[in-house]
DNA sequence: GTCTATATGTTGATAGAC
DNA sequence: GTCTATCAACATATAGAC
């Protein structure tokens, strides 16, 4: 009552855990519960289905999304690229899982939000027609920065945050 | 004979098409096989196992990593970002296909070779014991080219090339 | 080279006892 | 809340006819 985890919190832990080792496609029911120390028919009494038990994983990083998405406003690219690199620092361990496989996104409307959300964050770095090399440019700086939650999540998040931005930067403005 | 293609080569065709929609875990021997307008079957006269088939289509990257990986010799920064991405350019389908579901790395030996072909580029790029700060902005650099593979396939190379280790070189050297 | 038919295992999901 | 038992649908893979 007062704590509504127990059982439910720790399949999500599970499933979060198989689901960045190896994939979300990759893993099965049967992995989640042996890992558990519980059977099938268990996961089911706290889940509807495969697809909610993934979707709840992921909603987090959805709801903030739709919000990020929402609240974006023009500002100098330093600023954008910091929000932008902290929204995915939130989010790390969702973002291993899909760019893992984004065969997950389909099916969700994840595809879509995503889509938009670069979208829009790409329009306001550089302008309403930006030429072939600005967009590139702005690929190597976001698409760097998202590596770099990746591959350096084990270090400070300020060290990390400086140094990337500052990529990020230098390479938008090359 | 003289043509050592046919169904062989056919069945690798479909199968890299699928492999890039949906990823290699998500397709099945039967939508391969059913695409072909054959059964099942016939494709294990062409190939000992579906692993078989899933190798021979990574086969090239593998040889061409082991190549460069090898011959990789130092020289200017700008120089080895152009060679690793004219790599990363020739096999860009089959690192959509990899991104798309590293599970497929796991059994190979790709992610020791992808793991030691980034560490020696790296250490070409910055020398023997780098910051943490210069390890950032040279996984911004790599990440974002390979990104710019991905995203830009539809430009033609040499635009792209430009741009993108232009602004890699930008983010390292930041 | 390609087929039909089948063996064998795994998946997501459900029924019903405790 | 968790179990045993079971389902239908799908997977990879093989045997053997043509």
Not at 109 to 128: F, H, I, N, S, Y
């Amino acid at each position: 009552m007062a704590r509504p985890s127990d059982t439910k919190t720790r399949i999500q832990a599970v499933a979060r855990e198989l689901f960045m080792e190896q994939g979300v496609q990759n893993t099965s029911l049967k992995q989640i519960s042996d890992r558990l120390g519980i059977t099938k028919p268990a996961l089911y009494y706290h889940f509807e289905s495969r697809e909610a038990l993934v979707r709840s994983i992921l909603q987090p990083l959805l709801d903030d999304l739709d919000t990020f998405t929402a609240t974006l406003a023009p500002g100098d690219a330093r600023r954008l690229l910091e929000d932008c690199f902290e929204l995915m620092w939130r989010h790390r361990e969702v973002l291993v899982m899909l760019l893992h496989d984004p065969g997950t996104m389909l099916g969700l409307d994840l595809v879509e939000r995503v889509w938009e959300w670069r979208k829009r964050l790409t329009a306001l770095l550089l302008g309403p027609s930006p030429s072939a090399a600005a967009r590139i440019h702005a690929t190597v700086a976001i698409g760097g920065m998202s590596d770099c939650v990746v591959e350096h999540a084990s270090l400070p998040f300020e060290e990390v945050r400086a140094a990337a931005v500052a990529a990020a930067l230098a390479a938008l403005q090359s």
